[in-house]
């Protein structure tokens, strides 16, 4: 049994300490830097900030069609080049700037992200009124650069505000990150079922679901509203706290308080970062990449068994939004789950990578489903929804959570924000990789 506890508990990991020192060291982290609600919304709304903006490009999906409805190669293709295009400039981006560590400021990476949020959501916000009468193939260049901006503010946000947020030495802080992108996966999925419901039958019985362009400027307007609120929450934060670096024991309160441009960030290599997190750093991203690459696709394919005309909520229209809306719902939960440190696998690094592969027995689980109205091996919406949909969404918030929230207890305290980025960058390439595949899966 000591030897099962001892695998269990990682014996890989090793701390840069004495483990009786390291122990309590670590157990007296949260004291060395004061809990803050304050702290915590700002960060939950970062968190929600940095996913909501691309979200909105899926809200609007319906507008997308019809500006593209004149060419049908635009309409078939323009939502595989918008993942294309975002993932790849958004991958590039993460690596280059976990690179990137000497004499930086991460406050400004984010504070850069916010405002190029805010001038690409306006533009895209004002471009359904200004550019109604431009043709398909010039509004596709147009989005495409929206998309790269918005790609490269992601990937700013990302890298600056977990490497950031690791300065404070709160496992709270980074919960709080990771609930914020939740709640910004659910919130548009109810956007889109209630866009549908409120349509007469008749209007949406070729199943498809039309977005004037009043609609799309609602939707690209609140992604600027969004990244306003969280820019002058972020701003009064760096006034309040200008920059927090990890606290050792013994220094003053205030010693923790210094200018981050006058702050030398000690630079990691890659190598030596992954080396610390090797476990942790590919938990998260197999984790995005079996994600990635089934989730979409067969959320998108998968039908209710039941018949459409005995209730709206078998339409395809509303099914396929519902199927989103539980795996969101699921995801959020997880990211909720690990705020009681002992449900967290944050300080078991070898297991969150044995479950981050045990995640790819969900693919054939979605296979038993309702595949393109082609019938389901288990002919029930409820085993779809629950089972599938929702536990698969709970393993990955809870998952991806746990990864990013016990990054900086595996490294020193000067290490901590270089490896905020790297495990962001990391994260980014799971993304990246199970877009890829899911190419492969979906053909």
């Known amino acids: 049994m000591d030897r099962i506890r001892r695998i269990i508990s990682d014996s890989a990991y090793e701390p840069l300490e004495d483990q009786d020192e390291a122990t309590e060291d670590h157990a007296q982290r949260p004291s060395l830097n004061r809990f803050s609600w304050f702290e915590y919304g700002v960060f939950f709304l970062l968190g929600v900030a940095m996913l909501w903006a691309w979200n909105m490009f899926l809200a609007a999906a319906p507008y997308f069609h019809d500006r593209f409805g004149s060419s049908k190669w635009l309409a078939t293709h323009y939502q595989s080049s918008i993942l294309s295009v975002s993932t790849v400039t958004n991958l590039v981006t993460a690596y280059i700037l976990a690179r990137k560590q000497e004499n930086v400021s991460y406050p400004r990476r984010v504070t850069v992200s916010l405002v190029l949020n805010v001038t690409i959501f306006t533009l895209l916000a004002f471009s359904t009124i200004a550019l109604?009468?431009?043709?398909?193939?010039?509004?596709?260049?147009?989005?495409?650069?929206?998309?790269?901006?918005?790609?490269?503010?992601?990937?700013?946000?990302?890298?600056?505000?977990?490497?950031?947020?690791?300065?404070?030495?709160?496992?709270?802080?980074?919960?709080?990150?990771?609930?914020?992108?939740?709640?910004?996966g659910v919130l548009p999925c109810i956007a889109q079922i209630l866009s549908v419901l409120v349509v007469p039958r008749r209007a949406s019985s070729d199943q498809e679901t039309h977005a004037s362009p009043k609609s799309a400027f609602i939707y690209f307007l609140t992604a600027t509203i969004v990244s306003v609120l969280t820019l002058f929450a972020f701003l009064y934060l760096l006034k309040k706290r200008p920059h927090t670096r990890p606290k050792s024991r013994g220094e003053d309160e205030d010693a923790n308080l210094v200018d981050h441009d006058e702050f030398n960030h000690k630079t990691v290599s890659l190598w030596t970062l992954f080396n610390k997190l090797r476990y942790l750093s590919i938990a998260v991203f197999l984790c995005f990449t079996i994600t990635m690459m089934s989730f979409p696709v067969y959320t998108s394919e998968i039908l209710s068994v039941n018949d459409p005309e005995k209730s709206r909520l078998y339409d395809p229209s509303v099914f396929i939004p519902l199927g989103f809306l539980f795996w969101n719902v699921g995801d959020l939960g997880g990211r909720i789950l690990v705020s009681n440190p002992k449900l967290s696998l944050a300080h078991r690094p070898w297991l969150a990578f044995i479950f981050s592969i045990a995640r790819i027995g969900f693919v054939p689980l979605y296979l038993l489903c309702n595949v393109n109205g082609r019938g389901a091996f288990v002919s029930s919406d409820f085993f779809y929804?629950?089972?599938?949909?929702?536990?698969?969404?709970?393993?990955?918030?809870?998952?991806?959570?746990?990864?990013?929230?016990?990054?900086?207890?595996?490294?020193?305290?000067?290490?901590?924000?270089?490896?905020?980025?790297?495990?962001?960058?990391?994260?980014?390439?799971?993304?990246?990789?199970?877009?890829?595949?899911?190419?492969?899966?979906?053909?």
């Open 385 to 443: 929804l629950f089972i599938v949909q929702l536990f698969f969404g709970i393993t990955n918030g809870y998952l991806v959570s746990s990864c990013m929230m016990g990054a900086s207890y595996w490294v020193a305290d000067e290490e901590r924000e270089a490896a905020g980025g790297f495990m962001s960058m990391m994260l980014v390439g799971g993304l990246a990789a199970g877009s890829l595949l899911s190419f492969l899966l979906a053909s």
């Open 132 to 184: 109604r009468d431009i043709s398909a193939s010039a509004y596709f260049s147009f989005l495409m650069v929206m998309v790269l901006g918005a790609s490269l503010a992601t990937g700013l946000n990302q890298n600056g505000v977990f490497a950031y947020v690791s300065g404070f030495g709160r496992e709270e802080y980074t919960q709080a990150i990771m609930g914020g992108q939740g709640v910004a």
